[in-house]
């Protein structure tokens, strides 16, 4: 099998393994995060932890609307859908955009909540009729979402969904460990090998081998 | 925790800034000397307890490293620009915590090679850089090389790579266990007539000098090691000097400025408190070990009315030839599940294009290696970068996880003066201080180096059977953790800022000693060399101490 070679042109970075990366690509949000950085990086762990756990149980939401939050929860679940496994819905992630918006990433918070705000009216203005994002059909979220997945606040989203994926469940997302099992990361604090397939059979290393 | 405490108003011997990968080494030599020492660092002292396997906190929210709330940086790559703030991704990414960065390292140990110090002499002049040799050979670096072997922990196999500089002794631990992406990688590498060979790394692959083996729980770079398997001064270095009852290491102790006296030799080093309260240490001698980007941000912000542009600057190079190593990336999928979050990020690294050559059209060269993807949250961050972002497609996507692996090619950055760690004019951290600026812009040889590092990788990939290769866009770096050559060495006084013996030109009791002493940068992960450096600063330090000679 030859393999498929992917020149991928999306302008991140080269950087070894980089922190908070993109989480602000759109400019806004990186001017808005710069005004209110004292608060983007946490005092409290702990905290911030206890607070995500009393927010994934809530009725209520701790940044958004209930009209912002069932968007967010419909574009989450657009990201990574639901079907024979579960999707963003099942792992929490809106709570934990919600939660995060309110708490640890509260300076990307009126940014995105502007972004939220644009994506709405212009999905309103091509959808005659509809109540907003959420009340359309999934066939239409998808159609409307191909339009505008390159702007901005789609990509900060997006992110956050991941992170809210993928952290861990302690600050209110990846619920019950559903985002990694869904990757297949298995959260033990520790490992023996072999740890993979390749690694299985492995004769020893033999410096000979190489030699010609 | 420290058992000796000195006062303030005690002139200690020594006064070292910065207890990370050189402070730790230089605390340990030094008091195992006999002098009385005194470690400042700015972060907190954290125990294995603290240490989790928390992507959201270590990697999106600063958990140990810069928090941009209270110390801001700015960047620019034009240096006549004004830099701008960069947010809560810092330019120069570095653990503020007892043991530095070596907490939060790969803990990838390769020594640089014979060349590495005489380059220049080889290949000669570089035009726009400040290409030059060493004011010392890989041959007095060795035994040092081999102190940080053994009274680090390094992991690894003598004799496997057949680029491999001398060496007196063999390493003290054997490599640790092979991963999928090493099997794979050394099959590809192979196929192509490379050499790869077990990745020397300063992680422990049994017991060793009372920390235990590493338990493979995968959560190496940008975590700290709750094992303690992980050689970081933090477990071996620190507590060694403390116990020796001549060392305090004090934690929150931010060091704003170095003084001197009338006769221009440091007095001791001013520093604030947790409770931002200024405090004065007086020492015999002072030891700046702060990293690349902190020991000449400190020395700029001593500048006196006799040291105008910074203390021991006369040469104007204190903060300038930043380099920080290029590290291009290809991902790669295969078949069956490799499992990459297990276990140590690196296991096997090929050193086949290790030497510059001529005939490529650029000066550069480098160093492969087989690795993690990253861990969950930021691998995935990525993947959205680097195809579909949502919907069913990524969903596919995401379920790679397991199947998935990176090489890295890690290259040369020459030195240019304009890139460069300053002052910034306006913008200022929490304690009123300027704020780091950074200024890079990578030399389109180190650009097309890292290109010709990925070729390389995809290569290899290709060769090993990969199902799908991506590469990473080779982009000028607004990013670095190698923070190097900011300080260098060398044995002219207008053109390096510390002699062969990490002594200062300008003050004779100052010394500096961390990856601001490298003259080049080497081809990536650069600790090992940094530490060698210490080992050896603090012998000769100690000499000159006992002869009367600081």
């Not at chain 1, 109540?131 to 339009?147: C, P, R, V, Y």
């Not at chain 1, 990846?174 to 520790?190: C, K, R, S, T, V």
């Not at chain 2, 030059?132 to 992991?155: F, M, Q, R």
Request: with cysteine.
């Amino acid at each position: 099998m030859s393999p498929t070679v992917v020149s991928d042109t999306a302008a991140s970075d080269t950087a070894v393994h980089e922190p908070a990366a993109a989480v602000h690509t759109r400019r806004e949000l990186l001017e808005s995060a710069l005004a209110l950085l004292g608060v983007a990086a946490v005092s409290g762990f702990a905290a911030t932890r206890a607070l995500a756990n009393e927010a994934r149980s809530s009725t209520t939401w701790r940044y958004f609307s209930s009209g912002e939050a069932a968007t967010i929860d419909a574009l989450v679940a657009q990201i990574i859908p639901s079907d024979d496994t579960p999707g963003a819905r099942e792992m929490g992630v809106a709570r934990f955009i919600d939660h995060a918006l309110a708490d640890f990433m509260a300076p990307l918070a009126p940014a995105l909540r502007l972004g939220l705000a644009e994506f709405e009216v212009t999905c309103r203005a091509q959808h005659a009729g509809a109540e907003g994002f959420a009340t359309l059909s999934s066939e239409q979220q998808i159609a409307w979402l191909q339009q505008v997945e390159h702007t901005p606040f789609f990509n900060s989203v997006q992110q956050l969904t991941v992170l809210g994926a993928l952290s861990m469940p302690d600050y209110g997302g990846n619920h019950n460990g559903l985002g990694w099992q869904l990757i297949g990361f298995e959260d033990l604090h520790a490992f023996t090998p072999p740890f993979g397939y390749y690694d299985r059979d492995y004769p020893g290393f033999d410096a000979a081998a190489g030699k010609s | 925790m420290s058992a000796v405490r000195y006062r303030d108003s005690t002139v200690v011997d020594f006064v070292v800034v910065g207890s990370g990968a050189a402070g730790g080494v230089l605390a340990r030599e030094l008091s195992t000397s006999g002098f009385s020492t005194v470690v400042l660092e700015q972060g907190a002292r954290l125990t294995p307890a603290d240490f989790e396997h928390d992507e959201l906190k270590y990697w999106f929210l600063g958990g140990i490293t810069n928090n941009d709330g209270r110390s801001p940086q700015t960047f620019r790559s034009d240096p006549e620009a004004t830099a701008k703030p960069t947010g809560m991704r810092p330019a120069l990414w570095y653990a503020r915590t007892v043991g530095g960065s070596s907490t939060h390292f790969t803990a990838n140990y390769w020594r640089f090679h014979e060349i590495d110090f005489i380059e220049r002499s080889k290949l000669g002049a570089i035009a726009g850089t400040g290409f030059e040799d060493w004011p010392i050979t890989y041959a007095e670096l060795e035994p040092y090389y081999s102190k940080v072997e053994w009274d680090i922990g390094v992991s690894g196999l003598a004799g496997a790579s057949p680029f491999d500089p001398p060496r007196s002794r063999p390493y003290p631990m054997p490599p640790l266990p092979v991963k999928s992406s090493g099997v794979l990688f050394e099959r590809g590498a192979r196929k192509l007539g490379l050499h790869p060979f077990p990745a020397p790394m300063a992680i422990n692959s049994k017991a060793y000098r009372g920390r235990p083996a590493c338990i493979n729980c995968g959560f190496c770079h940008g975590f700290a090691c709750e094992a303690q398997a992980k050689s970081s001064t933090l477990f071996n270095m620190i507590p060694e000097a403390e116990a020796t009852g001549r060392c305090e290491v004090r934690a929150y102790s931010y060091v704003v400025r170095v003084d001197t006296d009338a006769r221009g030799r440091a007095t001791g080093v001013a520093y604030l408190d947790r409770a931002g309260r200024e405090h004065f240490q007086k020492a015999r001698a002072v030891v700046l070990a702060a990293n690349g980007a902190e020991t000449p941000r400190l020395l700029l912000g001593s500048a006196s009315s006799r040291f105008p542009d910074g203390l021991a600057n006369s040469s104007g190079l204190v903060g300038k030839y930043l380099m920080m190593n290029y590290s291009a990336r290809v991902s790669a999928v295969f078949e069956h599940e490799l499992n990459e979050y297990k276990s140590v990020q690196v296991t096997r690294v090929i050193h086949d294009f290790y030497d510059a050559d001529p005939r490529r059209g650029f000066y550069g060269g480098g160093g492969l290696d087989a690795r993690i993807g990253p861990q969950p949250a930021m691998w995935a961050q990525r993947l959205g970068q680097e195809g579909p972002s949502w919907g069913a497609a990524f969903k596919a996507r995401l379920r790679e996880f397991p199947r998935n692996m990176i090489v890295l090619g890690h290259g040369t950055s020459l030195p240019v003066a304009t890139n460069a760690v300053s002052l910034d004019p306006t913008v200022k951290d929490a304690w009123g201080r300027p704020a780091l600026r950074v200024t890079y812009k990578d030399h389109p040889d180190d650009l097309a180096n890292a290109r010709f590092m990925q070729d390389r990788a995809l290569e290899i990939m290709e060769a090993a059977g990969a199902q799908r290769v991506t590469r990473a866009p080779v982009n000028e770096q607004n990013f670095g953790m190698h923070l190097l050559g900011t300080c260098r060495m060398g044995n002219d006084a207008r053109s390096s800022v510390v002699d062969r013996y990490h002594r200062t030109h300008d003050v004779p009791n100052l010394f500096l000693c961390d990856g601001s002493s490298l003259v080049t940068s080497g081809r990536g992960q650069p600790t090992m060399t940094i530490q060698a450096l210490a080992f050896r600063a603090a012998d000769h330090i100690a000499r000159f101490a006992r002869a009367g000679e600081i």
